[in-house]
Antibody, heavy 121, light 112 residues
């Protein structure tokens, strides 16, 4: 079964850090570009960032709202993507989805179930 | 980071057809044939319904179709069914480093 499972969410104070993990199974993870997409409570979807597959350099891109604070990385040997979030703000509160773009690139054809991140004092 | 504009809500009776619009600019929707559509039921992850403007992934019903004209993309659901009641989001590849993808504002589809 093709699957992405996020973990690492929780409650964190403003200014602190948190790292999310996304574990893949059922497909060739290394062939996929990976993105993180978030959804604030009751709001729409927002693209957060993207990491290319190693075949395309493994480089990253970030939304302006998180650039310089968030970092995406990947470990193809473990089929895991990471989202390191530093200097968190209350407006970063959201469900964070891990997504994969492969079969229908650049569309997001695989989604995780999401993990909630709450930034509050 | 301006989102693509979608109507907040669209409704229809079972069996009818509805169309959801998605308006962007010449920097996103108008520049790329890389618009995708996602269906999201409450409390669930989004699901890819349409990619590259009008193509359906394997397993998606042919009642869903997509098109584009200029800076506006559209999703049409034919033969509306109760299970189609959900939120729908368009998304366009936008090509910029800090704006690689842009999502629409979302549309709530209600089956009357």
């Amino acid at each position: 079964e093709v699957q992405l499972v996020e973990s690492g969410g929780g409650l964190v104070q403003p200014g602190r850090s948190l790292r999310l993990s996304c574990t893949a199974s059922g497909f060739t993870f290394g062939d996929y570009a990976m993105s993180w997409v978030r959804q604030a409570p009751g709001k729409g979807l927002e693209w957060v960032g993207f990491i290319r597959s190693k075949a395309y350099g493994g480089t990253t891109e970030y939304a302006a709202s998180v650039k310089g604070r968030f970092t995406i990385s990947r470990d193809d040997s473990k089929s895991i993507a990471y989202l390191q979030m530093n200097s968190l703000k209350t407006e970063d509160t959201a469900v964070y989805y891990c997504t994969g773009s492969g079969s229908y690139f650049p569309a997001f054809d695989i989604w995780g179930q999401g993990t909630m991140v709450t930034v509050s004092s | 980071q301006s989102a693509l504009t979608q109507p907040a809500s669209v409704s229809g009776s079972p069996g009818q057809s509805i169309t959801i619009s998605c308006t962007g600019t010449s920097s996103d929707v108008g520049s790329y044939n890389l618009v995708s559509w996602y269906q999201q039921h409450p409390g669930k992850a989004p699901k890819l319904m349409i990619y590259e403007v009008s193509k359906r992934p394997s397993g998606v019903s042919n009642r869903f179709s997509g098109s584009k004209s200029g800076n506006t993309a559209s999703l049409t659901i034919s033969g509306l069914q109760a299970e189609d009641e959900a939120d729908y989001y368009c998304c366009s590849y936008a090509g910029s480093s800090t704006r690689l993808y842009v999502f629409g504002t979302g549309t709530k589809v209600t089956v009357l």
